[in-house]
């Protein structure tokens, strides 16, 4: 994800501002025609108003409802019922 996506997306949840916290940046050649810029690889988008946080992996933001990011980390990974 790009960083400054950041002033554009807003909570699906509440349509707050988001906080972005990166914990690994993926970055790419500026030189290059056309240049490529840096990428938020991973990290999470926080709301201010309803504290939800959304997590950042291999680039994508995963705005996702909360029950279905809880599931996922017991390995029920998005559809699978
Ligand atoms: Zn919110």
Do not use: K
């Amino acid at each position: 994800m790009l960083e400054e996506l950041t002033l554009v997306y807003r909570c699906p949840d509440c349509g707050g501002e988001l906080t972005l916290h990166v914990d690994e940046m993926l970055r790419t050649d500026i030189e290059a025609t056309p240049p490529l810029y840096s990428e938020v690889m991973n990290g999470t988008l926080s709301c201010a108003l309803c504290s939800r946080i959304y997590p950042i992996e291999n680039t994508v933001p995963l705005f996702l409802p909360s029950a279905v990011l809880e599931r996922r980390h017991v390995g029920t990974w998005p559809y699978n019922g």
